[in-house]
């Protein structure tokens, strides 16, 4: 069982913790192992390491669903519709209901 599956399975007898650590290959990951791993992956050509690291961080995304990161490009439109209103601009309630019409409520 992946540690996709046994996330939502409820088997008896493991807590939360157990259900996350079960993996594909059919033992638990210590953090040794999970060490070892990561060593031995400093020799893997350069296309295998980023694909490793891409799945790690869908994992670790997946864990944290629950919360949003905002993107280097995110936060600076962020910076500057704060300013833009710290400077007094706001849209008028005919751009504010054409910006509705547009992209629903």
Known sequence: MCWRSAAKA?????????RLTVSCY????????????????????????????AVAREIESELQADRYHASAEELRIIDAAVTALDAGEQATDDEIRTAFAKFGR
């Open 10 to 18: 409820r088997p008896s007898g493991l807590n939360a913790a157990d």
């Open 26 to 53: 059919g033992f638990r990951m210590s953090a040794d192992n999970l060490e070892d791993l990561i060593k031995r992956a400093e020799s893997w050509p350069e296309a295998a390491r980023e694909e490793l690291a």
